[in-house]
């Protein structure tokens, strides 16, 4: 059975910085590409990073680029979400996400592609 469980959320100052973690359970990790997505109340669901599960390259949206960092650790089933320099508007429950095959530079960040979700992880950046 596939499950994947988020942890690490929590309320922030600006500026500082959380590690989310994506525990996973039921595959193998390396094949299976990972994403990160988040819902802010009122918006819709958008796709922050993804690592993929053939060599592991990494994407990114833009609002993130420079300040989050995705990896994973093969041996602990375990995908992590580096996020540094938090601004208010990342503030959303974060949601990790998986699929079968490897990420594509036009379609890691659709949701409809993945296939199974984790419960998500509330992160709040205020002062």
């Known amino acids: 059975q596939v499950q994947l ?22 595959f193998t ?8 997505f988040r819902q802010a109340p009122g918006k819709e669901r958008e796709g922050v990073s993804c690592i993929s599960n053939s060599d592991g390259s990494t994407y990114y949206a ?9 990896s994973r650790d093969v041996a602990k089933y375990t995908v992590y979400l580096h996020m540094n320099n938090l ?9 990790c996400a998986s699929r079968l095959g490897p990420a594509y530079g036009t379609t890691w960040n659709r949701p409809g592609l ?6 998500g992880t509330q992160v709040t950046v205020s002062s």
């Open 5 to 26: 469980v988020e942890s690490g959320g929590g309320l922030v100052q600006p500026g500082g910085s959380l590690r989310l973690a994506c525990d996973a359970s039921g």
């Open 29 to 36: 990790l390396k094949y299976r590409t990972i994403g990160w």
């Open 62 to 70: 833009d609002s993130v680029k420079g300040r989050f960092t995705i």
């Open 87 to 95: 601004k208010p508007e990342d503030t959303g429950i974060y949601y």
């Open 114 to 119: 993945y296939t199974y979700w984790g419960q």
